[in-house]
């Protein structure tokens, strides 16, 4: 996909004094060595304001979501021409998460890649449904502390839908959203997350993920929740500040860690709850490579980033199906989450994900998430495990 530097690049803010820094991560090779790379960054561009933003816009958003998720009618679902489903949720989460971000910023340019357009939304059949997200989204804005004045039109809710339109890529800022990661999980009643994440000249710079679904205690095999324990977790990131987690209550924030665990046998694994997502096993076979004896952990949505970036798992494993593309709101927040809380994630080689290509992931084979300790080894069982499975198609 070719991106245009000369295209309607977003402003950024004149920067007096502007300094340069160098930012490093560890990633890892084929033949698990690490390897540090570096990249400029501009120490200046603190992120704090569009990092506040961020958090209030998904705030806003699981709001809406929880409501509809307690009250989910038949007719609130639809389904888009690749066959997954859609709910009124995703919309008008979509057009909340952009109304507060231009609100927010009604000075710069906006540029929003996201999941959802409004195409099913404009034809006469889904009128209905229109009327029906945009009293969604008016309701949820009349009971919120900063933007209870609004009051958006149908017209008003199609355009912030298709603000979400952008190509991304490597030039100027781009906001990054999936308005629900996992929707599966959320019809059923399980995991999903609000995703959304900051791009800067191609660099995920910061990252929030809100998981209405997500116990405040962990979800690790030896601490099974209850129905008894409270569930919200808002998680936030930013380039070189770490990892936070707090209630979306809004009450005070934890900083996490991922695991410590340097033995695999003592890890615990993530992976997609649908098999129709991943892998499963194959998965099952790098697991047994490493010597984890604990069952995975399968739960939807990016909400396994947010849980392994405060530990409750070591390992997370994805590996799509043949044809499948990687989109970069399926994974930027849940990156930087991760990244800033010392995991590291990376493609089925080593390689890190790189966002500044436009709407996709280009990946070798999946995508792996770790602590540093543990990636080695996993590098390398996944990379025999791949070898096996391509001698056995033969």
């Not at 995975?296 to 070591?314: E, F, M, N, T």
């Not at 990636?375 to 791949?386: F, N, Y």
Request: neutral net charge; charged residues 25%; hydrophobic residues 40%.
């Amino acid at each position: 996909m070719a991106i245009h530097c000369l295209r309607a690049v977003p402003k950024i803010p004149h920067l007096s004094n502007p300094k340069i820094t160098v930012s490093h991560s560890l990633f890892f090779s084929s033949n698990s060595k690490p390897k540090r790379v570096f990249s400029p960054i501009r120490a200046s561009m603190s992120y704090e304001k569009e990092l506040a933003a961020a958090k209030k816009a998904a705030s806003v958003a699981a709001r809406l979501c929880q409501k509809v998720q307690q009250a989910l009618l038949q007719s609130d679902v639809h389904s888009k021409s690749d066959k997954s489903p859609v709910t009124v949720a995703d919309y008008g989460s979509q057009a909340l998460v952009s109304f507060v971000l231009e609100r927010e910023f009604p000075s710069e340019s906006f540029s929003l890649v996201a999941e959802e357009d409004s195409g099913d939304l404009r034809i006469d059949s889904g009128r209905e449904t229109l009327e029906r997200i945009t009293t969604l989204v008016n309701d949820t804005l009349a009971n919120s502390d900063s933007y209870n004045d609004a009051n958006l039109t149908t017209k008003d809710v199609l355009r912030a839908i298709d603000n979400g339109k952008s190509e991304g890529g490597s030039c100027g800022r781009h906001w990054v959203l999936d308005p629900i990661d996992g929707t599966k999980g959320f019809l059923r009643g399980g995991q999903y997350a609000i995703a959304l994440a900051l791009l800067d000249e191609g660099k995920v710079v910061l990252g929030v993920l809100a998981c209405p679904n997500l116990p405040l205690a962990s979800i690790s095999g030896e601490n099974q929740h209850t129905s008894h324990d409270k569930i919200g977790c808002l998680f936030f990131a930013k380039l070189g500040a770490g990892t936070f987690m707090q209630p979306l209550d809004g009450s005070s924030p934890l900083k996490v860690h991922v695991s410590a665990t340097e033995n695999p046998e003592d890890a615990s694994l993530f992976e997609s709850y649908e098999a129709a997502h991943s892998l499963h096993g194959l998965s099952s076979t790098i697991a047994k490579k490493l010597g984890v004896k604990a069952p995975p952990v399968r739960i939807d949505s990016q909400a396994k980033y947010g849980a392994l970036s405060r530990g409750d798992g070591a390992i997370y494993l994805r590996f799509p199906h043949k044809g499948y593309r990687e989109k970069i709101w399926d994974h930027a927040a849940g990156c930087i989450v991760v990244t800033e809380a010392g995991g590291v994630v990376t493609d089925a080689v080593g390689n890190p994900l790189d966002f500044s290509k436009g709407r996709y992931l280009d990946l070798e084979g999946g995508i792996i998430v770790a602590n540093q300790k543990l990636m080695p080894s996993l590098l390398k069982a996944v990379k025999e495990s791949l070898e096996e499975e391509r001698a056995s198609s033969l």
